[in-house]
Every structure is written in structure tokens, then in C-alpha cells.
């Protein structure tokens, strides 16, 4: 017998495309979660955007793509036409036997469609119903569409990240992506408590702007006290020295320094061998170091580029010093740290292994990154496009043989993309991810 989950017995509704929503019920699934994906064949983006095993596209391309398998695992997918009377019939016969409807839609394309949290909440009373779009279904920005690059810059995490005297730049290429995930899981773990204490659904209005802009807290309240931080890199804004990222002997291998106090400074000093400059008067304080910091930066990086990035942040650590190594993510795939902590999950898919097998972020007793035996959360394979139209169909709503091929004819389901979607593939590019 399987082992039960968390969230057994939990059915999620998921019209949702590209990341911050999937990602963010894509951990549900591997709690326990039923994710049933309603997908359309004439919108599949997050399908198209690789990379493909070896980085060529096999005859199915719509079902091979990594990161579609990486933000939808553990997941069903059912392909239909929900902007059909047909369609949009069976998907309300769909919620009456879910708990929980989330979209990542523009503000007021649900209510147009009669898929509002009010019109589905006709339908099964105690519905949950989240929609996580750019900025919310409120206040002046509500109709504006994003992509987590446009968030990154609106929630300012964009204007303080820099180099000191240099142009605003990206953090990372999906990280808004990552933390509205994040905040959509969370999300809705609250929401099923609620339920499961007062039996009473609710209705979630997320935002991506929201919630990146609670990653900048610090500096908005910063300003507040009419402080204001400038770009200074990889550097720490105030007061703390040697604090960057220093070059290492191998091209583009790098290791992190962060020393706050003195004692952390006494053991750099030694860790690296005590060199005159070291001793100098205007590195004594902690205020000196950090007004002299240029020069400390330069000093130290004539030692760290005779390190192996590896090495160097081992030594420094064996001194009490905090350090670490720059690592890629290649090296993160072969840390024997990660493999001793079992954290990597290989999902090998039991169907036509389209996509191959995966190590993802995870671990396999968890499938998190944190340990808690006791609440299993493996994960399972993303779905082809479509795959359980007739598990889902047949078996929640009893549909024969017969009903789901008549479907099939009148265009209302599909198992694949539509004929334009087909006659458009992809170039077989390599995205970083």
C-alpha cells in the first residue's frame, strides 16, 4: 500500500501556464495533491521553450521539454477546450468534485469567462479559488500583463542590484517566478487549513509584484529613516569587510568571503598565511576595513587567485572564516554534500519517457529541501500533453468510451497541441534554465 501523503485527497483545478503557478502546485502535487491541468492545444508556451534531452527534439516535442517537467511534476494533465459551451460545461462538472480552482490569468479574464471565484462558488460552495497574476485584481496596475523580468524591475529588487556606480541589473532570470511559487504554495496550504477548521472556502488574490516586493523590505524601510542603498555588487552595503566574491586561479571560479567582526577578521588573517598588509592600521576596525574596502578586495584577491575555488572555501571555513565556494550548477549535480543528504530526486516517467529522467531539487523522502520523514513527499513524473483526459473524464465524471471520442471529434478534447501549435515548432535551442 502506498504511503499516505499530506495533502491525499486534495483536488487541485489548474489552468495555469509558464512558472509562478506551477511551480507553486507543482509542491502540492508532491505532497499528496491531485493537480489536474486543464490545458488548451492553441496555448502552450511552457511547452515550447526546452531544453530537450541531448538538446534535439524527438517526433512529440510538446511533451519533452525539461522545465515544463520540472515545474509540473507530479501532475495530471487533461487537454480541453474550456472556451467552448461544451467545454466550459465539463470543467464546471470538474469543479464540483475539487477543492481548490487557481489560474494565473489577467485580472478579469476569468470573470468574462464565468470561471470567477463568485460563479464557481455557485457551483460547489466550499470551493477555494487563487489567481496569481502580475499585480492583483486591484488598484491601478491591475490589467497589465509581466513576465517575472518586469516584476523583478517594478518591485525594485532590480534598482539595487548592480555594480557600485553602474546600471540597475537582473538578479536571476526567473527568480520572481520562484518566490510567487513559493507564496502560492503557502498560500494555499493556509487556505486548505482554513477549510479543514470552518468547511468554508475562500478566495486568494496573489501578485507577483507583492510578492517580490517583500524581498526588498529592509530597503524600504531604509529610506524610511532616510537612509538609501546604493548598487555596491556583491559587496555588503554597510560596515561589513572583506565581503564579496573573489576571482580563484581557474577562470570564472569564484569564492565567497564574508567576514563581520573581528574575531572572523583575526581568523582570515591567519587562514591566509598572515601576509604584512594584513597588519596594516586601517584594517584594525571594522570601520576601517569597510571605508578601505577597495583596497582590502584587491589585497585579498592576489591570495585567492592562487586558490582552487573549492579548496580555498574549505580552508577558510577549517579557520572559523564564512566562505564558500561559487558553485554552477554542474557542480551542485556533483556535490557530495547534496548526494550524501539524498537531495536529488530522480523522476523517471512511466510512460514514453518523452522527456528521460531527471534529477530534481528535491530529496526523495521529502521532496523538499528540508527534512521531515514523517510527511513523505516524493515526487512523480510531469504528464504528457492530455495523458489522463480519460482517467480524469471517465473516471470523475463517468464519461464512456464513447462520450470522450465524440469529444475528440467535435474539437473539445484534445492529445496534443492544435494543427497551428504543430505547424510552428520550436527551434531545438538549449534555454538556460
Known sequence: MAEKKLLDGVRILALEQLMVLPYGTAMLGDMGAEVIRVEHPDHIIDRRMGPWPDNSMNEQWWNGQGGYANWNRSKKSVCMDVFTPKGKELFLELVKKSDIVVDNFRTGTTLRLGLDHD????????????????????????????????????????????????????????????????????????????????????????????FGSQCIGPAMLEVQNDMFQERVASAHPYWKAPYNVYPCKTKDRWVAICVSNDEEWKNLKTAIGAPGWADESRFDTVIGRWENRKTLDDLLSEWTRQ?????????????????????????????????????????????ATNVGSHSYAGRAFTGRPFRIPEIPTPMGPAPDMGEHNRDVLQGLLGLSDQ???????????????SAAELANPPAPIRVGL
Open 403 to 417: 462520450d470522450i471520442e465524440q469529444l475528440e471529434a467535435d474539437g473539445i478534447l484534445w492529445n496534443g497541441p
Open 119 to 210: 460563479s464557481l462558488a455557485k457551483v460547489k460552495p466550499d470551493i477555494i479559488t487563487l489567481t496569481c497574476n502580475a499585480f492583483g485584481s486591484t488598484g491601478p496596475y491591475k490589467a497589465y500583463g509581466s513576465r517575472a523580468r518586469t516584476i523583478d524591475s517594478f518591485c525594485g529588487l532590480s534598482y539595487i542590484t548592480g555594480y557600485e556606480g553602474g546600471a540597475s541589473l537582473r538578479a536571476s532570470g526567473n527568480y520572481m517566478d520562484h518566490n510567487g511559487g513559493l507564496g502560492n504554495a503557502y498560500s494555499l496550504l493556509l487556505a486548505i487549513y482554513h477549510k479543514r477548521k470552518t468547511g468554508k472556502g475562500l478566495r486568494i488574490d496573489a501578485s507577483m509584484y507583492e
Open 307 to 351: 586558490q582552487d575555488h573549492l579548496e580555498a572555501a574549505t580552508k577558510l571555513q577549517e579557520h572559523r572564516v564564512p566562505a564558500g565556494a561559487v558553485h554552477n550548477a554542474e557542480e551542485l549535480i556533483s556535490d557530495p554534500h547534496l548526494s550524501e543528504r539524498d537531495y536529488f530526486d530522480t523522476v523517471r516517467p512511466e510512460n
